[in-house]
């Protein structure tokens, strides 16, 4: 979704960065916390973008996903 987005000109180099998964550990419950706090500043900070919030691209996949 990224890589499409920011082939449409939309300056993404803002967003804090997008949190990393973790294999080993990934079911402990402070990591679930933390990256889901650090998930939500991520999409807050997208789609405050109007031309993210408007992409039919981002309007299509929160539609379906």
């Keep these: 979704l990224k890589n ?7 300056n993404l180099n803002d967003l804090p960065p997008f ?14 916390d933390q990256r889901m706090v650090e998930l939500g500043r991520y999409f807050n900070a997208l789609l405050s973008k109007n031309q993210v919030a408007r992409n039919i ?9």
């Design 4 to 10: 499409d987005i920011s082939d449409k000109n939309i």
């Design 19 to 32: 949190p990393k998964k973790k294999l080993v550990g990934s079911m402990d419950p402070q990591f679930i």
């Design 57 to 65: 691209l981002v309007l299509t996949y929160f539609t379906h996903h």
